[in-house]
């Protein structure tokens, strides 16, 4: 163990500063989850591989030293994706090596603990549990995963009510444009669409590094946080149901209809292997299910339901066939942007018409409808004609790519999108 503590070193600023790269500052997450410090609460950090995690907690120790005047020493920083911390691979090492880290620096005072990437160690629960429970020792813990069952188990039993999960989502369109020091404007949206919110994307140069990345990254989670976690054996057919979702985002997709078109290409999928794959795709971030809501009775429809991926690079670098698809992008990054101001979306339905999004937070509530364009009467009609069935007086919104806006005479707001979600979050 005092081997891996000399390690441990590089990475923590116990003697001196680290040299980390802290990356863009993302205000939103680190005012979240710093203004649960002293609450005892468990700060858990959750969402798909490279949305940026590790940036963040590089982040908060370094506000917590800067700004909170912590002491360096009583900060414990733990990256378990790094080959120099493998074999720290169960509770009983982790318990050694924070153990070590106290006795060697004699620390009295309330210690703060980021663990990254901690589902990677076997059975971490227990320790997580005992510290948090320690009714001497004072213990400030952090810890992110690439997987939405990160709390399951003795963690959750135990810790009912007494943690905080966020979730990290890829650049929005309003960090796009402060990263780049751009304008709100139609040619900064198209770009920001036409690329990726992932932060390390916009450190790779060209179209053919960026396809590299999202081949690697995506072959990274289907392999590494669903394969190997969920001991499946047919990584083809997990592979072909992502990409098959991939190219349907926004449409209504039920499992018979994937079902149909396997078996229209000589393939054989069943129902329960289906379902199962993709909610271990949703549970990896990968991708977003929003279900259908009926306008009638208020009640959830099961069913036929519509998909989004957690990132857009994956289309537009896997397939850049699908970027003329302006219709599902637009709906994708809608639904995104809904989710990053922390809306939960439906998607509502009658027999006689369709609302891409009901959007709740709390007593708030609003629908949108997305479309590309509004070129002629009938498209306009379709687009507010769905909206003015609604009879609340909810906001509503049609959101579209036109250079020129228009209102109903019922109300209902016609916004540009790129204003929209810049506005949203």
């Known amino acids: ?173 309003r960090e796009y444009l402060d990263f780049r020091k751009l304008e709100n404007t139609k040619n900064s949206f198209i770009h920001y669409i036409r690329t990726s919110g992932l932060p390390e994307v916009y450190n790779l140069n060209n179209d053919e590094i960026k396809l590299h990345y999202f081949q690697s990254l995506k072959n990274t989670i289907l392999l590494k946080d669903i394969m190997y976690r969920y001991k499946i054996r047919d990584y083809v057919l997990l592979e072909d149901i992502f990409l098959f979702l991939l190219h349907n985002v926004g449409n209504m997709t039920s499992i018979p209809s994937i079902i149909k078109y396997f078996k229209s290409k000589n393939r054989k999928a069943d129902y329960t292997t289906i379902s199962q794959y993709i909610l271990y795709m949703q ?46 992008i637009l709906e994708n990054v809608v639904y995104l942007h809904l989710k990053m101001a922390g809306y939960d979306t439906k998607t509502g339905y009658d027999s006689n018409y369709e609302v891409d999004f009901v959007a709740t937070k709390h007593s708030e509530k609003k629908y949108i409808q997305v479309a590309y364009l509004l070129p002629n009467k009938n498209t306009s009609q379709r687009e507010f004609g769905a909206l003015e069935k609604i009879k609340d007086n909810l906001p509503k919104y049609v959101v579209t790519m036109d250079d020129i806006v228009q209102n109903s005479e019922t109300g209902i707001y016609h916004e540009q999108v790129w204003d929209f979600i810049f506005n949203l979050y």
Do not use: C
């Open 283 to 328: 549970e990896a971030f990968i991708i977003h299910e929003s279900p259908r809501l009926a306008f009638k009775t208020k009640e959830l429809l099961s069913g036929e339901r519509k998909y989004y991926i957690n990132d857009l690079g994956f289309r537009n670098y896997l397939y850049p066939d699908l970027i003329n698809d302006i219709g599902a």
């Open 1 to 173: 163990m005092q081997e891996i503590l000399t390690k441990l070193l590089s990475i923590n600023y116990w003697e001196k500063d680290p040299g980390f790269n802290y990356g863009y500052f993302r205000k939103k997450y680190n005012e979240e989850l710093l203004k649960f410090i002293g609450n005892k609460l468990i700060k858990v950090i959750v969402g798909q591989r490279r949305s940026g995690k590790s940036y963040i907690v590089r982040q908060l120790m370094h506000a917590l030293i800067k700004n909170n005047k912590i002491s360096p020493q009583n900060i414990f920083y733990l990256n378990k994706e790094m080959f120099e911390f493998e074999t720290i691979r169960n509770a009983n090492d982790l318990s050694k090596i924070i153990n070590l880290y106290q006795e060697t620096y004699k620390l009295k005072e309330k210690i703060y603990l980021f663990i990254d990437e901690i589902q990677n160690i076997e059975n971490w629960e227990k320790v997580i549990v005992s510290l948090a429970q320690n009714p001497i020792k004072e213990y400030e813990i952090f810890i992110t995963g690439s997987n939405s069952k990160l709390l399951s188990g003795e963690l959750a039993t135990f810790l009912s009510g007494r943690y905080v999960i966020t979730e990290v989502l890829p650049f929005s369109y």
